[in-house]
T-cell receptor, first 114, second 116 residues
């Protein structure tokens, strides 16, 4: 079965703290894609990153960084120096090699307080 | 920048009524998707569509649901006889291809469907 687990339902931090959102996935495919999406209170889904299964390099984009570890089937997302505007629900998703559907995790609601 | 659009943004309907949710995918995209998000829950795949036919569908996508590309631009999701549990946000998405380097699924802003 293919599955994405985001064990953290809610996280609350104070502005400027670093925060890591966990994502663990299950798949038997050797090739697959992993994604993170942000869903702000307005409701739309904002694409953040795509990672191929054969590329385990970590990625940094401004205050955002992603740690992909195939050995532990994890694809964690860290926000450095969090800001109030980071408050949103964050979804991790898996795309199997066959077909185009995205399999989403349950989401982590991040609340950044001033 | 091109974007996926969806109309209406909010639809209220009575149980048993038919609804049609509309989407305009990005113009050069060939693959289209519908997802559903019940309030407070995760986003769930409903159906994918390519070359005027369904490529894949989930267990949620039963006989009450249908999809259509009635012209060169619109992509619609029809729910024949709505139930209370159909209340959700419905997202349309499109991509150039389903896989490979060109894969990027762009989501529309969603239609919030409320069934009373």
């Amino acid at each position: 079965a293919q599955k994405v687990t985001q064990a953290q339902t809610e996280i609350s931090v104070v502005e400027k703290e670093d925060v890591t959102l966990d994502c663990v996935y299950e798949t038997r495919d050797t090739t697959y894609y992993l994604f993170w999406y942000k869903q702000p209170p307005s409701g739309e889904l904002v694409f953040l990153i795509r990672r191929n299964s054969f590329d385990e390099q970590n990625e940094i984009s401004g205050r955002y960084s992603w740690n992909f570890q195939k050995s532990t089937s994890s694809f964690n997302f860290t926000i450095t120096a969090s800001q109030v505007v980071d408050s949103a629900v964050y979804f991790c998703a898996l795309r199997p090699v066959q077909g185009g559907k995205l399999i989403f995790g349950q989401g982590t609601e991040l609340s950044v307080k001033p | 920048e091109p974007e996926v659009t969806q109309t209406p943004s909010h639809q209220v309907t009575q149980m048993g009524q038919e609804v049609i949710l509309r989407c305009v995918p990005i113009s050069n995209h060939l693959y289209f998707y519908w997802y559903r998000q019940i309030l407070g829950q995760k986003v769930e795949f409903l159906v994918s569509f390519y070359n005027n036919e369904i490529s894949e569908k989930s267990e949620i996508f039963d006989d009450q649901f249908s999809v259509e590309r009635p012209d060169g631009s619109n992509f619609t999701l029809k729910i024949r006889s709505t139930k209370l549990e159909d209340s959700a946000m419905y997202f349309c998405a499109s991509s150039e291809t389903p896989q490979g380097a060109l894969y990027e699924q762009y989501f529309g802003p969603g239609t919030r469907l409320t069934v009373t």
